[in-house]
């Protein structure tokens, strides 16, 4: 065996404060950036490549253009005005046969840099200079000063050079030379976190030879070169982007590994009683697909190792009354439910929806809430801690801070993007190992479903309860509020109900709710004085909620005006018609949410959204699409090409790290590829695992455990 190989870490893991350039003092600043190691400098990435084998002569620049220049400059003019924190630095720089205004503003100490002789060069896009007769002027350029005798000026020029972001007093240039030296003196072979084997079958290049180019590129020159590098795909790039994806899917198949070595200290039986309950609180004919996942999740409620299983399916599909008929499983083997939403609202709406679905069997459902006057709090805690409780219903505090269950045995996310991995590893590892469902709300991409929820198995219900019309959706103006109302009454009129929804995204939101309840005012007195409109919002007690609602599923109510706080739960089959006002507000997430509300029965439904989009091209989208398709896995691809992946999967809430080269959007294909071959990896890891695969193994394991404290096994 070849024990005397190095560690993945050794090579790179020296402090950077003994790196030729840089001592004590820089190494804090550095600290401060969170580049400790040699390793975190040379993966601090150029953010831009410029190609200094050819500059643009300055006589041929037009406006508008984004161009390199070098030339010298051969006067400077100093404006400042008398406010004091204002300044104008202005060069005129020429090369052979051009000259062009350079002008840096309120960068004073820029002056001390430039003087006549001084050779630069300049990165930037051409204007008119409005007070220079429309001459043509580079703003705020990045520049780049050129050092009279160079040792080193081949590194600076005559290839395609990385552009650094200035760290501290380290500018692009000082941090070239630096990161130069650094990677040429990097070992030819530096261990790796891919097996050698895969990296010959993808053909990507060495890991020390990837950092290299990273930095200086080795290229014939063409300009589809540059644009790689520019967009962080060229051949290193993409090496280094693999290398990500496969450490992070081995780390996701290692955690989903691990909770399988796990056994319960219970067992759960589908009996007669558990049977019984179930089929009480059946308010209606479970379709094929939500019998097959029930099935699923019953197995694994009954099996010897905790659950942990995604439910997937669109809106409206039905997930809620298979997670109800999970929970009567686990309260009827005697133990605990805890039901999680991601904010407040949402967790009330749950509340009511399980009392109404739960009815029949009478079990004692608790909200718990951080609103809550002290003194209820603590009964409620009580009454968990003493069992008596046996469904819990709030946000993620349920299980993160201390609450005391007496046994809890299942915990149900309604999850919408917020719990990722490694809170769920977290969770899985509290009390007796509760079993995990997690319910998305919204479809999302496969590419981000393998990320974020790679550690689940899956269950989907593709199918819609029966009785579903798509609901025709359209955009009107506000000026057309005319035809809103009309709708409102026609539909009324036909014996079927309203939602009005306008946007309140937290409780605190003042004056979002004075809209909303301006509006009901006036839609009551002036616009339907002979329609019953009722007000639903989240400063409401929760009995009056709850009474309002009842009222609106009983149809005493025909137009109900809201904030958001009916996303999710509400179920009156007689609505037809959705307003959602200031449409260009909401995401897309709860726009396909928002219209899940209605189109719940054979009637034609509706829905409008009222929407401003000015010129917000992303707003303008949103609609589109809306308007456009009922699919919600078309929106959520819509939505995350939109948003990007950093909204939909930020650090906190994935609890994925953020990616240094990798998009998952872009990268989408790379993803599957690596997820492939994670799981190859720990199979072979498994059955004869070889020195290498070990070697990885204990360096990814390393990785997850420095990074969010996670011991595995697997
Ligand atoms: P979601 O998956 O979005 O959480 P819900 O669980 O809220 O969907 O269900 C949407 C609506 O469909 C609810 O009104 C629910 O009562 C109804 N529903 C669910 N399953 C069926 C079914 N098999 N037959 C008839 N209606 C159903
Ligand atoms: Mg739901």
């Not at 620049?61 to 300044?87: A, I, M, Q, T, Y």
């Amino acid at each position: 065996m070849e024990t005397t190989k190095p560690a993945i870490s050794s090579t790179l893991d020296a402090a950077v404060q003994f790196v030729k350039g840089i001592g004590p003092r820089r190494a804090e600043m550095l600290a401060a950036h969170g580049i400790r190691s040699v390793r975190d400098l040379v993966e601090y990435l150029p953010f831009r490549y410029e190609d200094r084998t050819r500059f643009r002569p300055i006589r041929s620049l037009k406006d508008g253009e984004w161009v390199l220049v070098r030339g010298e400059v051969c006067g400077v003019g100093d404006f400042s005005s008398r406010r004091r924190d204002f300044s104008i630095l202005e060069l005129l720089v020429r090369d052979a046969d051009g000259t062009i205004r350079v002008k840096f503003f309120n960068q004073p100490y820029l002056r001390r840099l430039y003087h006549v002789g001084v050779k630069l060069i300049a990165y930037g896009q051409v204007k008119r200079d409005q007070y220079a007769k429309g001459a043509l002027v580079l703003v705020n350029p990045e520049c780049e000063i050129l050092e009279e005798d160079e040792s080193d000026a081949s590194l600076h020029s005559g290839r395609i050079v990385p552009i650094y972001r200035r760290l501290g007093d380290l500018r692009t240039r000082t941090l070239r030379r630096i990161i130069h030296s650094l990677v040429s003196s990097l070992p030819a072979e530096i261990p790796d976190a891919v097996p050698a084997a895969l990296c010959r079958q993808l053909r990507l290049m060495s890991r020390s030879s990837a950092l290299r180019q990273i930095h200086f590129p080795e290229t014939r020159g063409s300009s589809r070169e540059l644009d790689l590098l520019n967009q962080g795909i060229s051949p290193a790039h993409k090496r280094l982007i693999f290398e990500e994806l496969f450490q992070l899917q081995v780390g996701i198949g290692m955690v989903r590994r691990n909770r399988v070595r796990v056994e319960k200290d219970r067992r759960f039986q589908l009996g007669e009683n558990v049977r019984t309950a179930i089929k009480r609180i059946l308010p209606f004919h479970p379709t094929e697909a939500q019998k097959r996942v029930l099935r699923d999740i019953a197995e694994d409620i009954c099996s010897p190792h905790p659950m942990s299983r995604l439910l997937q399916g669109d809106v409206g599909s039905g997930k809620t009354i298979v997670a109800a008929q999970a929970a009567v499983i686990a309260v009827e083997n005697g133990s605990q439910v805890a039901i999680m939403a991601p904010t407040e609202i949402l967790a009330e709406q749950h509340y009511f929806y399980f009392r109404r679905l739960l009815a029949p069997v009478g079990y004692r459902i608790d909200l718990l809430k951080g609103s809550l006057p002290a003194k209820g709090k603590r009964q409620v805690q009580q009454r968990i801690a003493e069992g008596e409780t046996r469904i819990a219903i709030g946000t993620h505090a349920l299980v993160q801070e201390d609450v005391a269950f007496r046994n809890l045995s299942l915990v149900i996310i309604d999850e919408q993007h917020r719990f990722g991995v490694v809170q769920r590893s977290i969770l899985r590892e509290k009390g007796n190992h509760p079993d995990m469902l997690v319910m998305t709300a919204t479809p999302i991409p496969r590419s981000l479903a393998l990320t974020l929820y790679g550690d689940l198995d899956v269950s989907v219900i593709d199918e819609l309860p029966p009785g579903r019309t798509p609901v025709e959706t359209v955009w009107y103006q506000d000026r057309e509020r005319r035809r809103v109302y009309d709708a409102i009454r026609q539909t009324v009129r036909a014996g079927h109900q309203v939602y009005v929804v306008y946007p309140l995204v937290e409780e605190s939101e003042k004056s979002d709710l004075r809209a909303a309840t301006e509006m009901a005012a006036l839609m009551q007195n002036e616009v339907f004085p002979e329609m019953r409109v009722g007000l639903l919002h989240g400063r409401m007690k929760s009995a009056e909620k709850e009474e309002t609602m009842a009222s609106f599923a009983a149809g005493a109510i025909q137009v109900l005006i809201s904030t958001t706080v009916i996303e999710v739960g509400v179920d009156v089959a007689n609505a037809t018609l959705m307003v959602i006002e200031h449409a260009e507000r909401f995401g897309l997430a709860q726009l396909h949410q928002l219209r899940g509300r209605v189109g719940r029965s054979s009637a034609r439904s509706k829905c409008i959204l009222v929407a401003d989009v000015g010129n917000n091209p992303e707003a303008r989208r949103r609609i589109g699409i809306m308007c456009e398709t009922n699919d919600g896995f078309q929106i959520a691809e819509v939505d995350l090409e939109l948003r990007g992946p950093g909204e939909m999967i930020g650090t906190r809430q994935s609890g994925i790290p953020a990616f240094k080269y990798a998009n998952i959007v872009r990268d989408r294909k790379a993803l599957e590829v690596a997820r492939v071959e994670a799981e190859r990896f720990l199979e072979k890891l498994r059955a004869r695992p070889d020195e290498d695969a070990r070697r990885i193994a204990l360096h990814i394991r390393e990785q997850w455990k420095n990074h969010f404290g996670l011991a595995m096994t697997g």
